[in-house]
T-cell receptor, first 113, second 107 residues
């Protein structure tokens, strides 16, 4: 099993460009999450999904959109990238919301110039 | 606002020492998570606990729900334990993470 796979691993964008980060899990988990991690700050929840076809806002959703058309995939989109979105992005999945451990991807390092 | 506070922020220990990392939180929760972030950046879930104590190998996690406090202990520390340890709490529809404790174990 691959677990949680994120693509791409690195990306450099120019301000105003758009891109999509892909997260795929092969554990049949219902719950999926997108986080960002910035220096000196803890992981922050951007958006999450409680099942196929559902999405919800987390703590820092502005500037991002998500979609979960298939249970195994959770996409994070940046419509118009800004330098403030330079960060490391982690995807995670879990079987239950609070009472089961999350499985994390290896992260995507995104730089916006 | 800091829903989750960890201490210490940085910790250096000699191999074999007993290590304690603390986590205090301000929100009501039903469970708390401890994570480990490797030097390469990967994140692994260590524990999820809602009461009492859990042990996995040399790692022990405890929680006191009434006092809103959890501790992660590492017995007989080893250089391979060097990592950032993060606690996280899931109140309501959110997940809040501490900023982590960076542990370095010197041979």
């Amino acid at each position: 099993n691959a677990g949680v796979t994120q693509t791409p691993k690195f990306r450099v964008l120019k301000t105003g460009q758009s891109m999509t980060l892909l997260c795929a899990q092969d554990m049949n988990h219902e719950y999926m999450y997108w986080y960002r991690q910035d220096p000196g700050m803890g992981l922050r929840l951007i958006h999450y999904s409680v099942g196929e076809g559902t999405t919800a806002k987390g703590e820092v959703p502005d500037g991002y959109n998500v979609s979960r058309l298939k249970k195994q995939n959770f996409l994070l989109g940046l419509e118009s990238a800004a330098p403030s979105q330079t960060s490391v992005y982690f995807c995670a999945s879990s079987y239950l919301w609070r009472t089961q451990p999350q499985h994390f991807g290896d992260g995507t390092r995104l730089s916006i110039l | 606002k800091n829903e989750v506070e960890q201490s210490p922020q940085n910790l250096t220990a000699q191999e074999g020492e007993f290590i304690t990392i603390n986590c205090s939180y301000s929100v009501g929760i039903s469970a708390l998570h401890w994570l480990q972030q490797h030097p390469g950046g990967g994140i692994v879930s260590l524990f999820m606990l809602s009461s009492g104590k859990k042990k996995h190998g040399r790692l022990i996690a405890t929680i006191n729900i009434q006092e809103k406090h959890s501790s992660l202990h590492i017995t007989a520390s080893h250089p391979r334990d060097s990592a950032v340890y993060i606690c996280a709490v899931p109140p309501g529809n959110q997940f809040y993470f501490g900023t982590g404790t960076s542990l370095t174990v010197i041979p």
